[in-house]
């Protein structure tokens, strides 16, 4: 049971950020009115590619719960690259950001890749189950980058 727990608890954890994230932009969300780059997807993808990656993510850490393998610096990096990756919505779509939405969204590029090292030496299935996240930020800072460019 106490494992069980732990996947609960480590899911909820990215989720919650991400709902009362997505919440609280939920009235400033202009995406459909917006020039936008090539490639770029219709809106409804947006929550459900979130969904999968936040909970791949909650998955991957209890991984590591589980097995004992949290260490300080995970726990700093796992943390730090969620409050990165929830700040860059309000930036973005709140106040309207683009050009510093995208510097802000090449750091989170940054700390998931350092997160997916830690995560792959204690674990390598908790830092593969990541790379999803990873590639989807790198399309999300083209389309931010697309979206400063052609508004």
């Known amino acids: 049971m106490n494992k069980v727990f732990t996947f609960i608890k480590s899911i909820f954890i990215p989720l919650a950020v991400g709902g009362i994230v997505g919440f609280l932009i939920s009235s400033h969300i202009d995406y459909n009115s ?6 770029s ?5 947006f929550p459900i590619v979130w969904t999968i990656l936040y909970t791949l993510m909650g998955i991957s850490y209890a991984l590591l719960k589980i097995n004992s393998k949290i260490t300080t610096s995970i ?3 796992y943390y730090f690259q969620l409050f990165l990756n929830a700040l ?8 309207k950001w ?3 939405s995208f510097i802000w969204i090449i750091a989170l590029i940054f700390a998931i890749i350092s997160m997916i ?3 792959y030496k204690e674990n390598k299935v908790a830092g593969i189950l990541q790379i999803p996240y990873l590639i989807w930020t790198i399309f999300a800072a083209y389309l931010n ?7």
């Open 34 to 39: 917006l020039n936008q780059p090539p490639l």
């Open 41 to 45: 997807p219709p809106s409804i993808v």
């Open 75 to 77: 726990n700093i990096v």
């Open 88 to 95: 860059w919505s309000v930036f973005f779509f709140i106040f």
């Open 98 to 100: 683009r050009l510093f």
């Open 117 to 119: 090292t830690l995560f």
């Open 145 to 151: 980058f697309g979206v400063y460019i052609l508004n």
